[in-house]
């Protein structure tokens, strides 16, 4: 079964730029779309940006369109979420997920990883 650990998370100045990775490891996921969401405290869990499998579609919420990048490196099986110009309201616990079933808008996200908090400092 497929695991995801992300990493990269910590306390950044508003303006400032965390690069989070997310690795899987006990089955490949380089031939399934990936998505990072965010869930702040009282919040719901919400779709960031996600990636096709070949890395050649992505999609952002438009909260974070033109700040932040999705990528991937399927060769060793991690995406990545590259985020500039951060903002106290970016402010949440990231996860990764696969995307099992359907895609686009219709993808069913599992196996998600256990999250990374991001911090923005005003």
């Known amino acids: 079964q497929v695991q995801l650990v992300e990493s990269g998370g910590g306390l950044v100045q508003a303006g400032g730029s965390l690069r989070l990775s997310c690795a899987a490891s006990g089955g490949t996921v380089r031939n399934s779309g990936m998505g990072w969401f965010r869930q702040a405290p009282g919040k719901e869990r919400d779709l960031v940006a996600r990636i096709t499998w070949s890395g050649a579609i992505t999609y952002y919420a438009d909260s974070v369109k033109g700040r932040f990048t999705i990528s991937r490196d399927n060769a060793k099986n991690t995406v990545y979420l590259q985020m500039n110009s951060l903002k106290p309201e970016d402010a949440a616990v990231y996860y990764c997920?696969?995307?099992?079933?359907?895609?686009?808008?219709?993808?069913?996200?599992?196996?998600w990883g256990q999250g990374t908090q991001v911090t923005v400092s005003s």
């Open positions: 997920a696969v995307c099992v079933s359907g895609s686009g808008d219709g993808c069913r996200y599992d196996y």
